[in-house]
């Protein structure tokens, strides 16, 4: 595992070259979404034998599917011959034909047929797809390049039953709604602002503090491996949070669930994905989003389009980490945060991190 070029203290603010250094941004690569768990997609989005949906973990494209008998597989998405990337959108196919040559592979990745080459000539059982860790957790798919990963059950336990008591598993997700942008801030930038709720007075004022006051939000319990903060909401039931680094938060309200995944373009840019899972299907496409948010927060008042304020903020402190500066103690409404450093510590430096920190709520 590559080590970073600058060591940091999980405690506080990480240094501006996390945000900029190429060779942390190789080491994040090598050491985070080459292999950890990445969150890819929801599970309606391959949901019948045949469904094929092609999907990037860090650099390397993975095609994701349904086979036959009902089971997810996660395949190298790159034709074993010449490397043409397989599929491009999402389909439904009982087999995996490559556009270049038709070099074809059933759905466990065997190769199946090279056209105009004899028996002899190219060895089938050398020339499989690679195949990848997949695992659903409460109907979000998680994918890993290498298998030495612990279950994503193991890793999520500490947040499992507070998203059962939310009612996740009768809430439906919807793939078709998921909307993406590209930011151009590094992705740390983009998840850290999504985890914390200590930016919203400032970010928010006229958004989400009115309805989620910062004062009023508290920690719940987690590590580095997954957390759950809360908070109160004006008029509706408290909020729950949770973190799943690398790269996905969400947030459940009245039934709802909302949330945001990240997954970097190089070292400086990010693509922000948006989800939900709901009682019953959003109506229409344009701002479904906020008028969700705004049903689910028992309010009249048409909530805003809060999203440009974070993807603003996050762009202003990337034209920030061209200086440098010494970072500054985390204080306790940045607990989330400070856990996030130690997966970042735990990933790329080997550290293993403090266990699971669960606070009473007085």
Request: charged share 20%; proline share 7%; aromatic share 10%.
């Given at each position: 595992?590559?080590?970073?070029?600058?060591?940091?203290?999980?405690?506080?603010?990480?240094?501006?070259?996390?945000?900029?250094?190429?060779?942390?941004?190789?080491?994040?690569?090598?050491?985070?979404?080459?292999?950890?768990?990445?969150?890819?997609?929801?599970?309606?989005?391959?949901?019948?034998?045949?469904?094929?949906?092609?999907v990037?973990?860090?650099?390397?494209?993975?095609?994701?599917?349904?086979?036959?008998?009902?089971?997810?597989?996660?395949?190298?998405?790159?034709?074993?011959?010449?490397?043409?990337?397989?599929?491009?959108?999402?389909?439904?196919?009982?087999?995996?034909?490559?556009?270049?040559?038709?070099?074809?592979?059933?759905?466990?990745?065997?190769?199946?047929?090279?056209?105009?080459?004899?028996?002899?000539?190219?060895?089938?059982?050398?020339?499989?797809?690679p195949?990848?860790?997949?695992?659903?957790?409460?109907?979000?798919?998680?994918?890993?390049?290498?298998?030495?990963?612990?279950?994503?059950?193991?890793?999520?336990?500490?947040?499992?039953?507070?998203?059962?008591?939310?009612?996740?598993?009768?809430?439906?997700?919807?793939?078709?709604?998921?909307?993406?942008?590209?930011?151009?801030?590094?992705?740390?930038?983009?998840?850290?602002?999504?985890?914390?709720?200590?930016?919203?007075?400032?970010?928010?004022?006229?958004?989400?503090?009115?309805?989620?006051?910062?004062?009023?939000?508290?920690?719940i319990?987690?590590?580095?491996?997954?957390?759950?903060?809360?908070?109160?909401?004006?008029?509706?039931?408290?909020?729950?949070?949770?973190?799943?680094?690398?790269?996905?938060?969400?947030?459940?309200?009245?039934?709802a669930?909302?949330?945001?995944?990240?997954?970097?373009i190089?070292?400086?840019?990010?693509?922000?994905?948006?989800?939900?899972?709901?009682?019953s299907a959003?109506?229409?496409?344009?701002?479904?989003?906020?008028?969700?948010?705004?049903?689910?927060?028992?309010?009249?008042y048409?909530?805003?389009?809060?999203?440009p304020?974070?993807?603003?903020?996050?762009?202003?402190?990337?034209?920030?980490?061209?200086?440098d500066?010494?970072?500054?103690?985390?204080?306790?409404?940045?607990?989330?945060?400070?856990?996030?450093?130690?997966?970042?510590?735990?990933?790329?430096?080997g550290?293993?991190?403090?266990?699971?920190?669960?606070?009473?709520?007085?």
């Amino acid at each position: 595992m590559t080590a970073p070029a600058v060591t940091f203290d999980p405690e506080h603010a990480l240094p501006n070259a996390f945000y900029r250094d190429p060779v942390v941004h190789a080491a994040e690569m090598d050491g985070i979404w080459h292999a950890d768990w990445v969150f890819v997609t929801t599970e309606d989005a391959v949901a019948a034998p045949g469904d094929q949906l092609p999907v990037i973990v860090g650099d390397q494209p993975v095609l994701l599917l349904r086979n036959q008998e009902g089971e997810l597989r996660a395949l190298s998405n790159l034709c074993a011959h010449r490397g043409t990337m397989l599929v491009e959108r999402p389909a439904r196919a009982k087999r995996i034909q490559c556009p270049y040559h038709a070099w074809t592979y059933n759905d466990s990745g065997q190769l199946l047929a090279a056209p105009f080459t004899s028996k002899d000539e190219v060895d089938k059982a050398e020339h499989c797809l690679p195949e990848y860790r997949v695992e659903s957790w409460h109907g979000l798919i998680f994918v890993s390049l290498r298998p030495e990963v612990e279950r994503v059950a193991e890793r999520f336990a500490a947040v499992d039953p507070h998203v059962i008591d939310r009612g996740i598993d009768e809430l439906h997700h919807y793939s078709d709604y998921q909307e993406t942008q590209q930011w151009d801030c590094n992705w740390k930038l983009a998840i850290v602002n999504a985890m914390e709720s200590y930016h919203l007075f400032q970010v928010h004022p006229k958004t989400l503090e009115p309805y989620t006051p910062t004062r009023d939000a508290y920690y719940i319990t987690g590590s580095a491996r997954a957390t759950a903060t809360g908070g109160r909401v004006e008029g509706a039931d408290d909020y729950l949070l949770i973190s799943l680094p690398p790269s996905f938060v969400g947030v459940f309200n009245s039934g709802a669930f909302y949330w945001q995944a990240v997954h970097p373009i190089g070292g400086t840019r990010c693509a922000v994905r948006t989800g939900g899972a709901y009682s019953s299907a959003p109506r229409g496409s344009s701002g479904w989003l906020y008028r969700w948010i705004s049903r689910t927060m028992g309010s009249s008042y048409s909530l805003p389009n809060f999203l440009p304020e974070d993807k603003a903020i996050c762009e202003r402190g990337q034209r920030g980490v061209s200086g440098d500066f010494s970072p500054g103690r985390l204080v306790p409404a940045e607990k989330v945060v400070a856990d996030f450093g130690h997966y970042l510590n735990w990933r790329l430096n080997g550290i293993e991190p403090p266990g699971v920190h669960t606070e009473a709520r007085t």
